[in-house]
């Protein structure tokens, strides 16, 4: 792959931009006026869609359905309430993936891959090739339904992650 050098830098992500120095924000991550959302401001507050995953299962499922689709079309992401998982797991997925996030740059970029439909994605945009505008955020993507089919290619370290 052939990258201009100040790309290819930030292809290695938000974390290695910061730990090597940046002072402000590059303007590959910054939107152009007229292509930012709205936000919507309570107060000061963004007023986060919220989805309540029980209601999927019930009656309400259609209604619900509308709502998860128009967070996911106006916002990108909502908050879910009612989905069974425990603080402690919740807490301790935390925690892992800060860890993971903290490893050296160079075991992290072992997961980088241009393929979207890889098992494990390491990056900072979902396509780096073709985005115009990296989005402010590293991620960590792992296929996980069925677990054994893909467990075995999740990262080693922290162990715990698996």
């Known amino acids: ?14 974390k290695h931009l910061c730990d ?4 402000q924000v590059p303007n590959k991550y910054i939107l152009p006026e ?19 995953f029980a209601q999927l ?13 128009k967070a996911c079309q106006e916002f990108g992401f909502f908050q879910l309430i009612n989905h069974g998982i ?14 993971f996030f903290e490893l050296p740059f160079e075991e992290r970029q072992r997961y980088m891959s241009s393929d979207l439909q ?4 390491y990056g900072t ?12 955020r590293d991620f960590l993507k792992l296929s996980c339904h069925p677990k054994p089919d893909f467990s075995s ?8 992650l698996r």
């Open 125 to 136: 945009s979902f396509n780096q090739n073709n985005d115009k505008v990296f989005c402010w």
């Open 20 to 23: 090597n120095g940046l002072t």
């Open 153 to 160: 290619f999740w990262p080693s370290s922290p162990l715990d």
């Open 57 to 69: 299962q019930g009656a309400e499922r259609p209604r619900v359905l509308a709502s998860l689709s």
């Open 86 to 99: 425990g603080d402690e797991v919740t807490r301790k997925m935390i925690d892992v993936s800060k860890r």
């Open 34 to 52: 007229p292509e930012r959302p709205g936000i919507l401001v309570d107060d000061g507050c963004i007023n986060l869609p919220i989805i309540d």
């Open 118 to 121: 890889a098992p494990v994605r």
């Open 1 to 14: 792959m052939s990258l201009q050098p100040q790309q290819h830098m930030y292809q290695r992500g938000v």
